[in-house]
Antibody, heavy 120, light 107 residues
Framework: EVQLQQSGAELVKPGASVKLSCKTS????????MSWLKQMPGQNIEWIGN????????GYNQKFKGKATLTVDKSSSTAYMDLSSLTSEDSAVYFC?????????????WGQGVMVTVSS | DIQMTQSPASLSASLGETVSIECLAS??????LAWYQQKSGKSPQLLIY???RLQDGVPSRFSGSGSGTRYSLKISGMQPEDEADYFC?????????FGSGTKLEIK
């Protein structure tokens, strides 16, 4: 069974950074892309970027370049996202989601989401 | 970026009723469209991909259609468990973009 288990909720101060994790199981991590997505309360879902589990190759939404950094640890089948210089606009739920096999750019499995709250 | 305009923003349906949700892309996306269901407080779940292909395990009352820039999701016979938010997503070009969502409630 494919599972994506995200780390717990974060309360961080403005200007700080946070690192979110997404531990996977049930499939071959290095054969798939992992994406990260942002959902603000009652709003659209935004695609932040993706990273290939095999070699760590990344692609970002221009909007999130400089804000988000994606990495992977193949040994633990875990994907990470660093968010830097946090502001209130970064308060949201963040999901990791596995991209479907091959070149398909939709998401067949999602983590449970993690709430990030930026507040002093 | 490709803009996805989704309508209606909200919808109320009786049990057993057939409902449709539409997405209009700002340019042609060659059937590279997915639909997701998101229940309150949960993560989205894939329903339809490639505009009309049903994801494994999804009930057959869900169907997708469309071409070019216009796509739709149909639920044939509303069930209580279908009360949720629904989103479309274009998978044609980066950056991947989503519609603004449709809140479907039971009347």
């Amino acid at each position: 069974e494919v599972q994506l288990q995200q780390s717990g909720a974060e309360l961080v101060k403005p200007g700080a950074s946070v690192k979110l994790s997404c531990k996977t199981s049930g499939y071959t991590f290095s054969n798939y892309y992992m994406s990260w997505l942002k959902q603000m309360p009652g709003q659209n879902i935004e695609w932040i970027g993706n990273i290939y589990g095999g070699n760590g190759g990344t692609g970002y939404n221009q909007k999130f370049k400089g804000k988000a950094t994606l990495t992977v640890d193949k040994s633990s089948s875990t994907a990470y996202m660093d968010l830097s210089s946090l502001t209130s606009e970064d308060s949201a739920v963040y999901f990791c989601a596995r991209r479907a096999w091959g070149a398909r750019r939709y998401f067949d499995y999602w983590g449970q989401g993690v709430m990030v709250t930026v507040s002093s | 970026d490709i803009q996805m305009t989704q309508s209606p923003a909200s919808l109320s349906a009786s049990l057993g009723e057939t409902v449709s949700i539409e997405c209009l892309a700002s340019e042609g996306i060659s059937n590279d469209l997915a639909w997701y269901q998101q229940k309150s407080g949960k993560s989205p779940q894939l329903l339809i991909y490639a505009a009309s292909r049903l994801q494994d395990g999804v009930p057959s009352r869900f169907s997708g259609s469309g071409s070019g820039t216009r796509y739709s999701l149909k639920i044939s016979g509303m069930q209580p468990e279908d009360e949720a938010d629904y989103f479309c997503q274009q998978s044609y070009k980066y950056p991947l973009t989503f519609g603004s969502g449709t809140k479907l409630e039971i009347k």
